[in-house]
Structure formats: structure tokens, C-alpha cells
């Protein structure tokens, strides 16, 4: 195969993988294979120019949306930095395909590593999950139920799984003129088996199923606000406030909570005075609960966080979180000693300082009520030790102002309802200007409202203090998947060397 054939193959790939996330999910089930066969018996070079080819053009059109942000030019960093992700990835595999001769070994190495490298890209403060492979398949609820024990890595699993069967298939065939579909049968046996298990859990965690169960119920009331970037805080809170479901009562009559999103005030409620003779008036008069976000400082406004903050009906706060993940060079600008070459690629107003906790908010005669804000929903981990310290359901607080009408606040929402499904417990995804939803523990979306739309979404959320695997032991599937290859890789490796050796 003549070179620029590979690369044409290893852009087809990234082209299948970036429809596949414009819910064109089937794309996954076979995005993966022409850049297999790019790969193979290519050499190093080859593999790394194609690798690089494949990276950048899946990344390209990814996070293209980020060229209608003020902050554009930040746009060429972010996907060549997550570019270099795949690059990794894309040398391993030359590895495994050129230097490792059993088909199905080969077939469970190449989403070992996908998966690992899908696995780092959500740690440390650089964490930018967009583009994990599982995320593809959200509207494939069977699938995706097994990320109660796996987490999103193992819907990517079995995706690049199924592709690297495939694949052997295909090259068993041209080796040998012969059809053998035993690589085939084993990806199908693991799809078959998850989507099995995925049917019976999202018969025991619908919605009407959950609700026939002995769960404390809230009835909450999610403020969509529909503020446009910028014109946040010129009104001291005037501009959240929601118009009135009827007359006497502003909120839908035994709503017990009300919910803003987050940083939809600026400093402490007394410095929003418009909103405070509001609130103060109402949480007494309807006997209401409030958690809202705001951007909290010191008295010299040297230290802020973005926090979520409970408020009783006196307007007392009763409990508040603040984010652990700030978005590093937009909320604020990470060891700053270290990485102060980077100061022209942070654009953030002010400087936040992290949470250092992930500990729920206690809503008093309920139970715990835990809180993700901005994109701390995209990743897994966030959202499973704040369930594992006793949230009953999680509360996603978000502002995606600044995303307009962008792919994003879609593919947020797609994140929020993962965590429902991983973690088992109702999510309330509640963002400025939209898509505010109320997702079940089945991952179904109960209600709605759509992107730039100023409204309120009415429910009834259930706190489910049954954890699933995932959310009791993280990752250790992931863990000793890989372990467990790494040995038998490593078996292998030596048997062969010895054999080699001998001959």
C-alpha cells in the first residue's frame, strides 16, 4: 500500500470518529479499522505521520466549535496538545500490530491501550475528557448501563474491541482466502453479554420504577435563567429571576427546592440586593430550599471560588461546595511559578482557587445533595467520590453562556447523563442558557428545556443511597484488565524470545 493511501485511510478514520459525535453513534463501530490498516506493516515513520494525521484531524473538527469563542486563538493549543494523546496511542499500536503475531492477543491489546490512554486524559489538572469513544454511544442505553461497573471505559472497550475484530477478520481473510469469523464471534459474545445486562438494569432503574420505591423524594424547581455572555451581574440578580408559575405562587405549589446554575450571582448575596429582597421574601413565604451558584471572595477580593451554596427559608446558608477542578487558563492559572510561559493563554478574569473537598451539601430532613460545577461532570472520577461520600443525587451547576448555540451544551448534557447511569442516582443538569434536564438513574432525560430558553423545569428527584460498582471501587475493572493483559502480554513476549532463541 503506497503511503498517501495510508494517510487517506488514517483521515477516513478520523473523519468516521468525529461524525460519530455528532450523534451519528454508528460511526464508532467501525472508525477504528482503516486506521488499523494504515498501521499495519507500515513503518515507524509511516505509523507516526498517520498518527499524527489521525489526531489532528479528529481534534480539528472535535473542537472546532472553540473558533466562536473570544478566546479562538487558544483553538490550535488545544487540539494539537490533544492530538499528541493519539499520537501515543496511534506508535503503541504500530508495536502491537508489526511485533505481536497472535490475532487475538492483538485484539484485546489495542483497546487496552486506547482505553489507558482515554484513562489519562482525565487526570491531573489538564484533564479534557471530549472525545472518549464510550460518549458515542449515550443514546445506546443497553451499552451504556455497563459503565455501572466500568465506568466510560468500558463502553469504549468494547467499541475499539468490536474495530480490531473486525479488522483481524478482514486480514485473516487476505492472508489466507479463508473467512474466519471466531475474532468476530468474540466481540459479538461481549456486546451480547453487556447489552443483556444493560436491558435488566434499565428495567430495575427507570424512572417509574424508582419512584414506586420506599427513596426520599424532592421536588425541585431548576431555574434556566437565559442570560447572554456578558450581561451577567448588571442587574444584581434582577436578570435570574424566573417569571412566576401562577398567581399566588411563584414556584409550582410543594416545590421544595429551587436551583440556580452556576455563578449566576457575583460576590455574597448581600452584594446582590435585588436578588436578596426577592429571595428572602420568597424561600420564606413558599417555605423553599435554594442552592445557587456565585463567585464567593474574601473581604479584600483577593481569594474567590465558584461555589454552590444551600440557603435555608430564612436565607441562611446551611452548606457550600466549592469547584475542585477550575478550568485551567479560564478560571484560573495553574503553579503559575512553573508554567508562567503559558501567562498569554490564560484569559481568566480572576484568579479561583480550588475546592479541596468532595464532600455533598446536607439538605436537612432529606439527605445529601452532591454538586459538579462547569465541566467538572466530564470527569467520571469528580462525580464518583462526591456519590461514594453519600450524595443521594448529583446537582450539575453550569454556565455555558459563552458556548452559544455550539455543539457543547448538547455533548455537556450527554456527560451528565453518563454520570447518571455510572453512578445510579438521579442527575439534575442545570445550566444558564441551556440545556437545563432532570436525567433518571436509567439515563433516561425526564424533562428539558432547550438551549435559550428562560423557564423553570418541574420534577421530583429520589435520593438512592444503593451505590453501584463503579461508584463504590472507581476504576478497578479498568485496573486489573490491564494488569491482567500486561502479564499475558508479557508471557508472551518471553515464550516467543525463547522460541526464537532456540530455532
Known amino acids: 500500500m503506497k503511503f498517501y493511501h495510508k494517510m487517506l485511510l488514517a483521515l477516513l478514520s ?78 503503541i499500536i504500530h508495536f502491537i500490530l508489526n511485533r505481536i503475531s497472535q490475532p487475538y492477543l492483538r485484539i484485546f491489546l489495542i483497546p487496552a491501550v486506547w482505553i489507558l490512554v482515554e484513562f489519562l486524559r482525565s487526570q491531573t489538572f489538564l484533564a479534557f475528557t471530549t472525545g472518549t469513544l464510550g460518549y458515542s454511544q449515550h443514546s445506546f442505553l443497553p451499552l451504556m448501563h455497563i459503565t455501572r461497573f466500568t465506568g466510560i471505559y468500558g463502553v469504549s472497550f468494547i467499541l475499539i474491541l468490536f474495530n480490531a475484530a473486525v479488522f483481524e477478520t ?40 424508582i419512584r414506586n420505591k420506599d427513596f426520599t423524594e424532592i421536588k425541585i424547581a431548576a431555574v434556566q435563567p437565559n442570560i447572554a455572555f456578558g450581561k451577567k451581574y448588571s442587574d ?52 423553599l430550599y435554594m442552592i445557587i451558584g456565585q463567585y464567593i471572595h474574601n473581604n479584600s477580593q483577593t481569594e474567590w471560588y465558584n461555589s454552590a451554596i444551600l440557603y435555608d427559608p430564612g436565607l441562611k446558608p446551611e452548606g457550600q461546595y466549592n469547584e475542585v477542578h477550575p478550568i485551567p487558563f479560564s478560571q484560573y492559572m495553574p503553579m503559575p511559578r512553573v508554567l508562567g510561559f503559558l501567562k498569554f493563554l490564560d484569559f481568566s478574569k480572576i484568579n479561583l482557587i480550588p475546592g479541596t473537598d468532595y464532600e455533598p451539601l446536607d439538605f436537612p430532613g432529606k439527605g445529601k445533595l452532591g454538586i459538579n460545577i462547569c465541566f467538572e461532570s466530564t470527569i ?11 450524595a443521594g443525587a448529583i446537582l450539575v451547576l453550569s454556565d455555558n453562556s459563552s458556548l452559544y448555540d455550539s455543539i457543547v451544551p448538547w ?53 438512592i443511597p444503593d451505590r453501584t460498582f463503579y461508584a463504590k471501587f472507581g476504576n478497578l475493572i479498568l485496573y486489573l484488565y490491564l494488569g491482567a493483559l500486561s502479564i499475558i502480554t508479557l508471557v508472551f513476549l518471553i515464550k516467543t524470545g525463547i522460541e526464537k532463541s532456540q530455532r
Open 236 to 287: 444584581r440578580g434582577k436578570e435570574i429571576i424566573p417569571l412566576p408559575y401562577s398567581s399566588p405562587h411563584y414556584f409550582l405549589p410543594g416545590t421544595e427546592l429551587v436551583i440556580f446554575p452556576e455563578s449566576v450571582l457575583w460576590g455574597s448575596i448581600e452584594e446582590n440586593d435585588y436578588f436578596k429582597n426577592w429571595a428572602e421574601k420568597l424561600l420564606k413565604t413558599e417555605n
Open 170 to 209: 478482514v486480514i485473516f481473510y487476505l492472508n489466507y482466502k479463508k473467512l474466519n469469523l471466531r475474532f468476530f464471534a468474540v466481540s459479538l459474545s461481549f456486546l451480547l453479554l453487556f447489552s443483556v445486562y444493560g436491558i435488566i438494569s434499565m428495567n430495575r432503574n427507570l424512572d417509574r420504577v
Open 14 to 91: 478520523a473523519l468516521f470518529l468525529f461524525l460519530s459525535f455528532k450523534e451519528l453513534g454508528f460511526f464508532a463501530w467501525f472508525s477504528l479499522i482503516p486506521f488499523l490498516f494504515a498501521l499495519y506493516r507500515s513503518s515507524l515513520k509511516q505509523s507516526v505521520a498517520c498518527s499524527i494525521i489521525f489526531g489532528i484531524g479528529f481534534f480539528i473538527g472535535l473542537t472546532y466549535w472553540i473558533t466562536e469563542l473570544i478566546t479562538k486563538y487558544v483553538w490550535p493549543f488545544i487540539f494539537l496538545f490533544l492530538s499528541v494523546y493519539l499520537l501515543v496511542t496511534g506508535i
Open 411 to 463: 455533548h455537556h448534557l450527554i456527560f451528565s447523563k453518563v454520570r447518571a447511569i455510572e453512578n445510579g442516582c438521579y442527575v439534575v443538569h442545570s445550566t444558564n442558557t441551556g440545556i437545563t434536564a432532570i436525567i433518571a438513574p436509567d439515563g433516561d432525560i425526564i424533562k428539558k428545556i432547550d438551549i435559550y430558553q428562560k423557564s423553570v423545569v418541574y420534577g421530583s428527584i429520589y435520593l
Open 380 to 390: 467520571p472520577d469528580i462525580a464518583r467520590k462526591i456519590r461514594n461520600n453519600g
